[in-house]
C-alpha cells in the first residue's frame, strides 16, 4: 500500500500494471469491500424497496431489471453490488469526492482489483462462481428473483463468493463512469472477510493507493482538467436545463 498526495504521484504508482485491472475509489480509506445492501439494518428492507423500484422503472422506461437496479445502485438504493471502473482516473475522483462533506479530513483509497486473477482463483477453488462468469447463469437467476418478488438473501443456493458484471450501459451515469460491478453471492460479509475465509491473500489479488485528506481538492482541480468532475461523471442533468434556459430565455422568468 503506497500513499499519494499527487496526480503525478498516483500515476507513478499505477505504471506497469498487467491483466484486466479494474479499480474502485474510496472518500474514507477505512471503509471495507461490502456492498450497501449487506450493511446494518439495509439487509432486511433491501429486497422491498428493490422491488417496488424496479416495477415502478420497468412501466416508466422499459428497462430491464439489470438497468433498473444499476440506476438504483446510482442513485443510493441498497442493493448487493458494489461499484467498479474500468478507469483508473474515475476511481481516483470517488477517492477524492465527498459531496457531504462527511469525509474531508479522511484519507481517501483506490482499490486496484486484479480481474483476471480472482476470476482465475474462482475456477482454481472450484467455486459456483467460477461456472457463470462466461454466461452470467447466476446472474439471471438473481434477476429473476426480482420478477418473482423472492429474496435475493441466497442461503445455501446460489453462488458461493462475489462475481463481476458488467455494466448494461443503457443508464448515461454508467457509461460515463465506465462502470461495472462486484455482486455478492451467498456469503454476505465483507469481501476481506471472505478472502480470509478461503485462504486467498488479499495482496494477491488487490493493491490499494490512499490519497492524502489535504491532497484531495488539489487532484480533483487536476481530474476537472482531464473532463473528470461530478458533471461529467453524474450527468448533472439540472445544470444542463439551466443551461438551455438561459440560452433561450437569457435573464427572463418563464
Known amino acids: 500500500m503506497s500513499k499519494v498526495s499527487s496526480y503525478e504521484e498516483y500515476m507513478e504508482e499505477l505504471d506497469g500494471r498487467g491483466d484486466v485491472i479494474v479499480f474502485r475509489g474510496q472518500a474514507n480509506s477505512e471503509f471495507v469491500l461490502i456492498p450497501s445492501g449487506l450493511r446494518g439494518n439495509h439487509i432486511h428492507t433491501a429486497d422491498s424497496q428493490m422491488f417496488r423500484f424496479v416495477d415502478e422503472m420497468k412501466q416508466l422506461f422499459n428497462f430491464d431489471e439489470l438497468t433498473c437496479i444499476e440506476i438504483a445502485q446510482h442513485f443510493a438504493l441498497p442493493t448487493r453490488m458494489l461499484d467498479f471502473s474500468y478507469s483508473f482516473d474515475v476511481a481516483l475522483f470517488f477517492a477524492c469526492h465527498d459531496a457531504k462533506g462527511r469525509y474531508a479530513e479522511n484519507d481517501g483509497k483506490v482499490y486496484i482489483f ?54 448494461t450501459q443503457q443508464f448515461d451515469r454508467l457509461y460515463m463512469q465506465k462502470g461495472l460491478f462486484l455482486l455478492w453471492g451467498r456469503d454476505e460479509c465483507p469481501f476481506e472477510q471472505i478472502l480470509e475465509n478461503e485462504h486467498i491473500p488479499m495482496s494477491h489479488l488487490i493493491d490499494t493507493i490512499t490519497i492524502d485528506a489535504g491532497a484531495k481538492p488539489r487532484i480533483l482541480s487536476e481530474l476537472a482538467k482531464k473532463h473528470i468532475s461530478g458533471d461529467t461523471l453524474y450527468m448533472n442533468i439540472g445544470k444542463i436545463k439551466d443551461l438551455v434556459y438561459h440560452i433561450k430565455y437569457g435573464d427572463k422568468k418563464e
Open 114 to 167: 486484479n480481474k483476471s486473477r480472482y476470476e482465475q482463483a474462482l475456477r482454481d477453488k472450484k467455486k459456483l462462481s467460477s461456472q457463470v462468469i462466461r454466461n452470467n447463469k447466476f446472474l439471471y437467476e438473481w434477476l429473476q428473483k426480482y420478477i418473482d418478488k423472492e429474496s435475493t438473501l441466497m442461503g445455501n443456493e446460489g453462488v458461493d463468493m462475489p462475481i463481476f458484471v458488467d455494466a
